[in-house]
Protein backbone atom coordinates (compact mmCIF):
# COMPACT_ATOMS: atom_id res chain seq x y z
CA UNK A 1 0.00 0.00 0.00
CA UNK A 2 1.80 3.26 -1.17
CA UNK A 3 1.94 6.32 1.41
CA UNK A 4 0.34 9.54 0.64
CA UNK A 5 2.57 12.51 1.98
CA UNK A 6 0.73 15.06 3.71
CA UNK A 7 1.84 18.95 3.57
CA UNK A 8 4.26 19.49 6.64
CA UNK A 9 1.86 20.19 10.10
CA UNK A 10 2.52 23.27 12.65
CA UNK A 11 1.40 23.47 15.18
CA UNK A 12 -0.58 27.77 16.04
CA UNK A 13 2.21 29.03 17.90
CA UNK A 14 4.69 27.53 15.55
CA UNK A 15 3.04 29.37 12.81
CA UNK A 16 2.83 32.63 14.40
CA UNK A 17 6.70 32.44 15.52
CA UNK A 18 7.24 32.19 11.26
CA UNK A 19 6.20 35.94 11.28
CA UNK A 20 8.21 37.16 13.42
CA UNK A 21 9.33 40.60 11.62
CA UNK A 22 6.74 40.32 8.80
CA UNK A 23 3.65 42.49 8.11
CA UNK A 24 0.14 40.94 9.70
CA UNK A 25 -3.22 41.39 9.29
CA UNK A 26 -4.94 41.00 12.62
CA UNK A 27 -9.32 41.06 13.03
CA UNK A 28 -10.42 41.50 16.77
CA UNK A 29 -13.45 41.20 18.05
CA UNK A 30 -15.64 44.47 17.61
CA UNK A 31 -15.39 46.58 14.30
CA UNK A 32 -11.56 47.02 14.10
CA UNK A 33 -8.46 45.36 11.97
CA UNK A 34 -4.89 46.01 12.58
CA UNK A 35 -2.02 45.89 10.16
CA UNK A 36 1.20 46.02 11.14
CA UNK A 37 5.25 44.56 11.52
CA UNK A 38 4.75 41.55 14.33
CA UNK A 39 7.52 41.97 17.09
CA UNK A 40 6.86 39.17 19.32
CA UNK A 41 4.13 37.39 21.01
CA UNK A 42 3.68 35.00 24.06
CA UNK A 43 1.57 31.62 25.11
CA UNK A 44 -1.55 33.48 25.18
CA UNK A 45 -1.03 35.09 21.49
CA UNK A 46 -0.03 38.94 23.16
CA UNK A 47 1.20 40.46 20.61
CA UNK A 48 3.76 43.34 19.72
CA UNK A 49 2.97 45.15 16.49
CA UNK A 50 5.27 47.75 15.25
CA UNK A 51 4.25 50.19 12.62
CA UNK A 52 0.35 49.74 13.05
CA UNK A 53 -2.64 50.80 10.84
CA UNK A 54 -5.69 50.24 13.08
CA UNK A 55 -8.68 50.17 10.90
CA UNK A 56 -12.03 50.33 12.55
CA UNK A 57 -15.13 50.55 10.65
CA UNK A 58 -18.20 52.81 11.93
CA UNK A 59 -21.73 53.72 10.16
CA UNK A 60 -20.05 56.83 9.34
CA UNK A 61 -17.10 55.06 7.63
CA UNK A 62 -13.86 53.86 7.80
CA UNK A 63 -11.34 55.37 10.45
CA UNK A 64 -7.79 54.89 10.04
CA UNK A 65 -5.06 55.52 12.87
CA UNK A 66 -1.46 54.89 12.48
CA UNK A 67 0.49 53.92 15.27
CA UNK A 68 4.23 53.67 16.54
CA UNK A 69 3.59 50.54 18.27
CA UNK A 70 0.88 48.58 20.13
CA UNK A 71 0.05 45.87 22.44
CA UNK A 72 -2.79 43.34 22.11
CA UNK A 73 -4.42 41.32 24.50
CA UNK A 74 -4.44 37.75 22.90
CA UNK A 75 -8.20 37.60 24.10
CA UNK A 76 -9.24 39.68 21.76
CA UNK A 77 -7.84 38.58 18.68
CA UNK A 78 -10.62 36.73 16.34
CA UNK A 79 -8.42 35.93 12.97
CA UNK A 80 -4.90 36.95 11.95
CA UNK A 81 -3.10 36.27 8.52
CA UNK A 82 -0.23 37.16 6.41
CA UNK A 83 -0.05 40.60 5.57
CA UNK A 84 0.00 41.03 1.47
CA UNK A 85 -0.49 44.64 2.24
CA UNK A 86 2.16 47.13 2.01
CA UNK A 87 0.50 49.21 5.03
Not at 27 to 46: A, C, P, Q, S
Amino acid sequence: MASISAAPSYLPLALIDKCIGSRIWVIMKGDKEIVGTLRGFDDYVNMVMDDVREYTFTPQGKKITHLESILLNGNNITMLAASALGG
